[in-house]
């Protein structure tokens, strides 16, 4: 196998979180009255708040009002190429993109690993030359995107569950980069971890341990 970089994506390739970027791209281009329930959202984001609502219930929540239940596929593939196109040229840190290019040059295979869902993540990851993504995965039903999700939000040990999934055997190097603490578990697991863009708690413990610190934003 060849060594293997991963990246987290939401603030450490691109500058800005995704998810809700995403829902109003795709309302917008494809379902434009969709935007006269955006104010609902308010409440399953204050499910989340107080606990009431996992990450996984809010995505189903949030999707489920601005893009619809039961989606074409014809229309996710299409939103989802505009967006990365749109979104992701305006989003994308040049550190990062520099840092794939790199790491391509050196023969390392190149991952994606993000709790956004795949639908549309897999666009972006072909703009900016990644191998394989490991993302949030929705059911479909035939032709349909649907808003639920299948098995675990990407995120923390949920991330890690997937990564080993997707791995049939341990690469002779894993380097992986976040921004963001609650991707720890990961970064401890993986031989060479960066950190990148760093939120000031994984600031604080990239020092501690020793790990470099690169900041694209």
């Known amino acids: ?39 609902l959202v308010l409440f399953p984001v204050a499910g989340f708040a107080v606990g009431a609502l996992g990450r996984k219930e809010l995505k189903e929540a949030t999707q489920a009002l601005l893009m619809g239940r039961r989606v074409p596929r014809s229309k996710v593939e299409r939103a989802a190429a505009g967006f990365a196109d749109r979104f992701g040229a305006r989003e994308e840190l040049a550190g990062a993109l520099a840092a794939i290019a790199a ?15 795949r639908y549309f993540v897999e666009a972006l990851a072909r703009r900016w030359g990644v ?26 040990m949920g991330k890690l569950r997937m990564i080993l999934a997707d791995l049939p055997a341990r690469p002779p190097l894993v380097r992986f980069t976040s921004d963001h603490l609650s991707d720890l578990i990961v970064l401890d697991w993986a031989d060479d971890p ?24």
């Open 103 to 117: 790491d391509r040059a050196a023969g390392r295979e190149v991952w994606l690993a993000t709790a956004s869902c």
């Open 1 to 39: 196998m060849k060594p293997l970089s991963i990246y987290d994506m939401d603030k450490t390739v691109i500058r800005t979180p995704s998810w809700s970027w995403w829902l109003l791209h795709y309302a917008r281009t494809e379902a434009p009255w969709r935007l006269l329930l955006a104010p």
């Open 194 to 217: 960066v950190a990148a863009n760093p939120s000031s708690p994984l600031r604080r413990v990239a020092g501690l341990r020793g790990w470099p610190v690169v900041d694209w934003a």
């Open 131 to 156: 191998d394989h993504v490991v993302a949030t995965e929705n059911h479909w039903e035939g032709d349909r995107l649907t808003n639920r999700i299948r098995g675990e939000n990407c995120y923390e």
